[in-house]
């Protein structure tokens, strides 16, 4: 069965520094969207991303981040100075329609 | 803004056993998503309601939603250790369907 992968599983970065997390969604899969949860709190949207381009974001993703498709299978999420705060499991999902949203297991990102 | 509430927080029961989780939206849901997390996971897509008075079921996990589309209930029958979790209701909106506002989860274990 498809499904949602993402690399890697874990990354440990300082403060400050630049991290990519990536992401190959379901192949037919048209939309795509990042997520995240601190530890002990609720998931919570960050962008989706249609036609090669943000279709919506949240108030959480701002210009500290962005978001690509390099090519056609990748999605890329890029945290440019990474704080503390951003420490966090990110979660990377993808659909075909604009529902029944399939999620991966995470990149878990610890900055120190 | 859309929030969701469920009900209970946490959960034990023994094998067996059925049970029964809430979710309460403060708005009328254009759909409903249950997930399944495990500690420290991904999230697993279990089913998506999008229908007043709806019912879908999946193996042992039954989930509907209500006429009014502002409440969900999942429903669990002969619980079994597998079914330990966080299960989690996500929201979409007819404004922003393509975002998943999710509620705070209900961890449950089964203990054998």
């Known amino acids: 069965e498809p499904e949602v992968t993402q690399t890697p599983s874990h990354q440990v970065t300082q403060m400050g520094q630049e991290v990519i997390l990536r992401c190959v969604p379901i192949?037919?899969?048209?939309?795509f969207y990042w997520y995240r949860q601190i530890l002990g709190q609720k998931v919570e949207f960050l962008v989706s991303f249609y036609n090669n381009e943000i279709s919506e974001k949240s108030e959480i993703f701002d210009d500290q981040f962005s978001v690509e498709r390099p090519d056609g299978s990748n999605f890329t999420l890029k945290i440019r100075s990474t704080k503390l705060e951003d420490s966090a499991m990110y979660f990377c999902a993808s659909s075909r329609g604009i529902l029944e949203q399939y999620f991966g297991p995470g990149t878990r990102l610890t900055v120190t | 803004s859309q929030e969701l509430e469920q009900s209970p927080q946490s959960l034990i029961v023994q094998e067996g056993k059925n049970l029964t989780i809430n979710c309460t939206s403060s708005?009328?849901?254009?759909?409903l998503y249950w997930y399944k997390q495990k500690y420290g996971e991904g999230l697993i897509f279990l089913m998506m309601l999008q229908k007043g008075g709806e019912e879908k079921s999946h193996e042992k996990i039954t989930a509907k939603l209500d006429e009014k589309k502002q409440q969900s209930s999942l429903h669990i029958t002969a619980s079994q250790p597998s079914h330990a979790g966080i299960y989690l209701c996500g929201a979409a909106s007819k404004t922003s369907y393509d975002k998943v506002i999710f509620g705070p989860g209900t961890s449950l274990s089964v203990i054998p």
């Open positions: 192949s037919n899969h048209l939309y």
């Open positions: 708005k009328t849901l254009y759909g």
